[in-house]
């Protein structure tokens, strides 16, 4: 799969022309590509007269395996021979472009956009493994990961999936874009549909179709109130629907924005060369996770890939065998389940902590789909951050629990049965092939789906000149089920951001504090959860927002309402858990606070005694700072008062200053 590079001198004699390579995505509209001899050094072109100086044209020449050189247009001097200087093109199994014609596409929209992106760090650890980090110069929060068997397919790979990521919104899922995003014209896309909520709070008319309904409110107990999104927050606009075609009928049915958010986050997402062959990755994705989560769930014994298979690939063979001459033990299974599914297993021993890790890969094409599984197990990692795992285990129910599973999705790094490494395993090996063009990849794929009766439902983008697609499957492509629209929804801490972000300059009762830690409880807020995850907030690192939980905002909100008794048991807890995450000034002034409570309740004790003895232990800034929030005049320690459009947050304005550049895109495209 690699393309020698040319820069050598050609005469070219004879070209003639292959009709059947017409319309080919690698040539101009208009242009003819030809075939030609290369390993020839001098060729005749017939027509070719003293007076063709202005003429331009492309050649194609297609050397041994999968190597393809393309020359560039070259301008035809008044003789019979021209320099042509040979330029490699570099195509894989899967993609419908060259890689280097990928990378020039990619880079290009970005900069004609406004994003300007750089490289941040690469990877490669074995042979043919190549990961890349790569990310906003002006907006860290957007950032992806590539990976491939060489360095350009791993650059191709992170740049579909940034515009993946900026075409789907993903990069903006957790936050909360301000009021005035908030009621422009358009919130998401200009063809989101929004429905009012109703008197009875139902689930407004027109909104999901009788299949989705089923399956996301089966006893009919979902309220419109809570499929507000959490970008907008806008509950007097209502819900925010975003156009799915339904494949099986091309109808189109309005998901909420609260929905997909929830439950499927960036799963199915892809973007791509060509409509099919992003379709085809974000199939296969589904599949992937799909399939994956069955055989951890349910510790499935999968067959390995026979020695003779294997090497078919010798790329990956190579990979392989550093790693287990690195001291890492390798198995590379069939997961397709008896040839179902078109999905790989890798898994890599650590002896030396006893865990494992499992990577999972799928596409129509066998060998890219152990590819990229042999990648994905190392993308941005080196070999000494592969200790970082658990030990198999034979607990099946805890390998079983959807908590475990959520690890995998994020991470990986959840726990694998033993099971799955048995001698016998559950089905036989397949030696399968979904493989065609990407047309008809994606026919193959859809036709495994209807068999299952899954219904498929996809969202098409290009308004950034990059195809690019969310592909929704219920019931396979979920990755939390739906009760979390109840128990964990996103937007579920929307109604207390104007709250909670004024209470730095708020000056109320003692009793209005109190009330609002009663309100926290009955509301039934984790006391783990971080503030600004439930307000959708990119506060930056460098303030006490970044660490805030509810367990120290219970603590600030008790100092406030005098409570110092209370006030000290959420302190405590604080210093437990967020000692670690606290920046050494801010571990100080709770050490300090702790004391000064400790303090408050010795009546016999003079706290001017003490003073000398804090300031030294302490320093002056954090015993002043202590005794201001004991008094309650001071009480939301390292907390700044924050406007409705967020003003105080650089991290977010940048995030906005990003999204901003999107919308102007998707107002040029849908204005066409």
Not at 134 to 159: H, Q
Request: hydrophobic residues 40%.
């Amino acid at each position: 799969m690699r393309a020698t590079s040319h820069n050598r001198i050609y005469r070219i004699d004879d070209i003639k022309p292959i009709d059947s390579l017409s319309g080919s995505p690698f040539y101009p509209a208009g242009l003819r590509p030809f075939w030609i001899c290369a390993a020839r050094a001098s060729l005749t072109i017939p027509g070719i007269h003293r007076n063709d100086a202005t003429t331009h044209f492309y050649l194609r020449c297609r050397g041994g395996g999968d190597s393809a050189v393309n020359i560039k247009p070259v301008s035809l001097r008044a003789f019979r021979t021209t320099k042509v200087i040979f330029m490699t093109q570099t195509f894989i199994p899967g993609k419908d472009a060259a890689l280097e014609d990928s990378i020039a596409r990619f880079q290009q929209k970005l900069l004609d956009l406004g994003f300007h992106i750089e490289e941040a760090s690469w990877l490669n650890p074995v042979p043919n493994v190549w990961s890349v980090h790569i990310r906003d110069k002006e907006c860290a929060l957007c950032f992806t990961n590539g990976k491939g068997a060489t360095k350009k397919a791993a650059l191709a790979s992170a740049l579909g999936e940034y515009f993946e990521r900026l075409s789907t919104n993903y990069f903006f899922a957790d936050f909360w874009l301000g009021e005035t995003i908030a009621n422009g014209p358009f919130v998401h896309y200009p063809n989101e549909k929004w429905f009012p909520l109703t008197d009875d709070d139902a689930l407004p008319e027109g909104l999901l179709d009788d299949r989705l309904r089923a399956f996301y409110d089966p006893e009919n107990e979902l309220a419109g109130s809570m499929l507000i999104d959490l970008q907008s927050g806008n509950e007097d606009r209502g819900i925010c629907g975003l156009p799915f075609t339904r494949q099986s009928d091309n109808h189109t049915v309005y998901i909420p924005m609260n929905i997909i958010g929830n439950l499927y986050v960036s799963n199915g997402m892809s973007a791509g060369n060509t409509r099919n062959e992003a379709r085809v990755q974000g199939l296969s994705e589904v599949f992937e996770r799909h399939v994956k989560n069955r055989i951890i769930a349910e510790s499935i014994s999968l067959p390995e890939i026979p020695a003779d298979v294997l090497a078919r690939y010798p790329a990956v063979v190579e990979a392989i065998a550093k790693l287990e001459a690195e001291g890492f033990p390798i198995f590379a299974y069939d997961g397709s389940l008896g040839g179902q599914y078109p999905v790989i297993c890798v898994v890599l021993f650590n002896p030396a902590n006893g865990t494992c890790f499992a990577s999972f890969g799928a596409h129509p094409d066998f060998g890219v789909a152990l590819e990229r599984t042999v990648t994905e197990l190392l993308q941005g990692r080196g070999l000494k951050d592969l200790d970082v795992f658990t030990p198999p285990t034979f607990d099946d129910e805890e390998v079983a629990e959807h908590t475990n599973l959520e690890t995998h999705f994020i991470d990986s790094s959840g726990l694998i049965s033993w099971d799955l490494f048995k001698q016998d395993a559950d089905y036989p090996f397949a030696d399968w092939s979904f493989s065609g063009t990407t047309e008809e990849e994606f026919a193959t794929l859809m036709a495994i789906f209807n068999a299952e009766d899954k219904e498929v439902y996809i969202a098409d983008y290009e308004h950034l000149g990059v195809y690019a697609c969310r592909i929704i499957v219920p019931g396979m492509s979920d990755i939390y089920p739906a009760e979390d629209l109840w128990l964990a929804n996103n937007s579920m801490g929307s109604h207390l951001r104007e709250t909670l972000l004024a209470l730095p300059g708020s000056a109320w009762e003692k009793e209005a504090y109190l009330n609002l830690i009663e309100q926290l409880d009955e509301e039934g807020f984790d006391d783990f959860t971080r503030v600004r995850e439930l307000l959708g907030l990119a506060t930056g690192p460098d303030n006490g927002w970044y660490t805030l939980r509810i367990g120290e905002l219970k603590a600030m909100l008790a100092l406030a309402g005098g409570d110092l008794e209370q006030a000290l048991i959420w302190t405590e807890w604080t210093m437990e858990f967020n000692a670690s995450i606290f920046s050494a000034e801010r571990a100080n002034y709770y050490r300090c606070l702790q004391t000064l409570l400790l303090l408050a309740q010795e009546e016999d004790r003079e706290p001017l005694q003490y003073l000398n003895a804090f300031v030294r232990m302490y320093g002056a800034e954090a015993v002043e700072a202590a005794s201001a929030a004991l008094s309650g005049e001071a009480a939301f320690y390292g907390l700044q008062a924050v406007d409705s459009d967020l003003h105080a947050f650089a991290s977010h304005q940048s995030l906005l200053k990003a999204y901003e550049k999107l919308q102007r895109a998707k107002v040029a495209h849908w204005s066409k």
